[in-house]
């Protein structure tokens, strides 16, 4: 999630916990716990220049459940040992907001489609549970409402429910947008079943901002399909638009470190495309046809073979007043039946 949304997350959880007397003391640590795993963005930058390695590493060590345990720990205990203050007055307390407010972190970004390393150093798929966009205010806007009352009403009850209140109607927001994805994958599921997709990876994304107009993608033989589902409007059966991928391209250049470390992290939902004798790959999860947040440019065809390249992320245009704009109308209204379908992606091999 956004920084913001995880420095009011931080701060709501571990005020919540502390004594009330050390309210906008626990408000100030967890707002900095809260955001503290995000900062490997920054030591991955001056590690690597290497793009693909840089979003690959993106919230892994970080974001572990067995690495912030440990840290947690180690951070109550150096104020227990050496602080004097706050934390030594009421130990067990400031032990679980400090602890909860880092782990919080990582569980919330687990919900996005990003992908959360929860179990690093172990290397299964990174963890996207995606029932909400990495920016929210129907989550945010509670937390920051919470912290702003238990920041002004200190030690006094007021404080203590507002921070409640804040966190349960963020949770529950939250439960919404699982309940809002099952929905949406249970008509894609009917639907890509009847265009003989039925056994077809898939995911489901919301769309920026909201919970009400969805992303579906499945994977097909020759690309993909991708469909939008509003809760809202739609009613009938979900209609996809059908893109071409260079599956056999990708095939291919499999074991090119990048492309393979790419495969990993993002579940295989991949767009290659060959592109003046150069082979870009696509993440599809994030953006929409032809549009995507991360592409990168990543081998160099080499006679009949592809040969690895140092990978290059590449600037894609993205007209966000438009697509937000259409979003909006989208989220309201039902598509018009017939209407041509979205352009097509092409390689230029």
């Not at 959880?13 to 626990?26: C, E, K, S, Y």
């Not at 003989?196 to 993608?217: E, H, I, K």
Request: hydrophobic share 50%; glycine share 8%.
């Amino acid at each position: 999630m956004d920084s913001l949304t995880q420095i009011v997350l931080g701060g709501a959880v571990a005020a919540a916990i502390a004594p009330a007397g050390h309210r906008r003391a626990a408000l100030l640590a967890g707002a900095a716990l809260g955001t503290l795993p995000d900062l490997d963005a920054l030591l991955l930058a001056w590690l690597s220049d290497d793009p693909v390695v840089r979003m690959t590493s993106h919230r892994s060590f970080s974001h572990s459940l067995f690495v912030l345990p440990l840290v947690g720990w180690l951070v109550w205990w150096l104020f227990l040992r050496f602080g004097r203050g706050r934390v030594a007055e009421a130990p067990r307390r400031w032990f679980w907001a400090i602890q909860l407010a880092l782990v919080t972190h990582p569980l919330l970004d687990a919900f996005t489609v990003y992908g959360t390393q929860l179990w690093w150093p172990l290397m299964p798929p990174p963890t996207m549970w995606s029932s909400i966009f990495v920016i929210d205010p129907g989550y945010t806007v509670w937390l920051i409402l919470a912290c702003a009352i238990a920041w002004f009403a200190r030690g006094r009850r007021l404080a203590q429910h507002a921070l409640v209140a804040g966190l349960a109607l963020s949770s529950a927001y939250m439960g919404w947008s699982l309940l809002a994805k099952h929905l949406v994958e249970r008509e894609a599921q009917r639907d890509l079943a009847a265009m003989g997709l039925g056994d077809a990876p898939y995911f489901s994304v919301p769309m920026p901002f909201n919970t009400l107009l969805w992303r579906v993608v499945a994977l097909t033989p020759s690309g993909f399909v991708e469909g939008e589902r509003s809760l809202w409007a739609d009613h009938g059966p979900m209609e996809f638009r059908r893109y071409p991928s260079d599956v056999a391209a990708l095939h291919e250049a499999r074991d090119i470190p990048a492309v393979r470390r790419l495969r990993w992290f993002t579940h295989g939902f991949i767009k290659a495309r060959s592109r003046h004798g150069r082979l870009e790959l696509a993440d599809l999860r994030m953006g929409a046809e032809p549009d995507y947040s991360f592409t990168f440019a990543v081998a160099q065809r080499d006679g009949e073979a592809w040969r690895a390249t140092s990978p290059e992320q590449l600037r894609m245009p993205w007209e966000a007043r438009r697509r937000l704009g259409a979003m909006w109308h989208r989220i309201w209204q039902a598509p018009v039946a017939g209407a041509a379908p979205g352009r097509e992606a092409r390689g230029d091999d």
